[in-house]
């Protein structure tokens, strides 16, 4: 099975801060991609990285910046926290090429900015 | 501008029921067309996808319905179960492109 793991379920940081949200996925997808998930606005793509040093942006990457240094690892940084960051983010790995297109998604990090 | 309209936004379905979301989308170059289900504490997990190559495709107790003149899809639930209270996304996507472009989702509650 595929595993996408994130570093955390919760996290609670203070306006300003510069803030890193971990992903690692262990089947050697090259595919990673970060969204948010909002009440009534759903999932929202914010970068996603097709393989190791590439990035791409999606919709809302204003405020965030993305690392892809190693294939299993893509990281999400918010270089000044604000309150209106305040979201759930999700992970989520793909195997390019694959017919299905399907996306493998971690359990999320729940991030509360004060 | 919203390139995939999600309804309805909730649903209650008694057990037993059939349970009904549509999406519709702009764009004709998508050519993929998958819906995810997420319960709480979870990440979204590929439920079904179709391409527009046939107009249903049944998984189960789960179909979905499309209709490409119409540019809309549907999801349809039959018998539905308390386990199937869940949020459902559609998506988008096409063959250029690796990025999936999500509904807002619908959150279904199936009373017993």
């Known amino acids: 099975d595929v595993k996408v793991t994130q570093s955390s379920r919760y996290l609670v940081k203070r306006t300003g801060e510069k803030v890193f949200l971990e992903c690692v996925q262990d089947?050697?997808?090259?595919?990673m991609f970060w969204y948010r998930q909002d009440p009534g606005l759903g999932l929202r793509l914010i970068y996603f990285?097709?393989?190791?040093?590439?990035?791409e942006k999606g919709d809302i990457p204003e405020g965030y910046s993305v690392s892809r240094e190693k294939k299993e690892r893509f990281s999400l940084i918010l270089e000044s926290a604000s309150t209106n960051q305040t979201s759930m983010y999700l992970c989520?790995?793909?195997?390019?090429?694959?017919?299905?297109?399907?996306?493998?998604f971690g359990p999320g990090t729940r991030l509360t900015v004060l | 501008q919203q390139q995939v309209k999600q309804s309805p936004q909730s649903l209650i379905v008694q057990k037993g029921g059939i349970s009904i979301i549509n999406c519709a989308y702009e764009?004709?170059?998508?050519?993929?067309f998958p819906w995810y289900q997420q319960f709480p504490g979870k990440g979204p997990a590929l439920l079904i996808a179709?391409?527009?190559?046939?107009s249903e495709k049944k998984e189960g107790r789960f179909t979905i319905s499309f209709n490409k003149s119409a540019k809309q899809f549907s999801l349809h639930i039959m018998d539905s179960q308390p386990g199937d209270s869940a949020t459902y996304f559609c998506?988008?996507?096409?063959?250029?492109?690796?990025?999936?472009?999500f509904g807002k989702g619908t959150t279904l509650s199936v009373s017993s």
């Open positions: 989520a790995s793909r195997l390019a090429g694959d017919k299905l297109n399907e996306q493998f």
């Open positions: 089947m050697d997808h090259e595919n």
């Open positions: 990285s097709y393989d190791v040093k590439m990035k």
């Open positions: 764009n004709t170059a998508f050519d993929y």
């Open positions: 179709i391409r527009p190559d046939v």
């Open positions: 998506a988008v996507a096409n063959q250029a492109g690796t990025a999936l472009i």
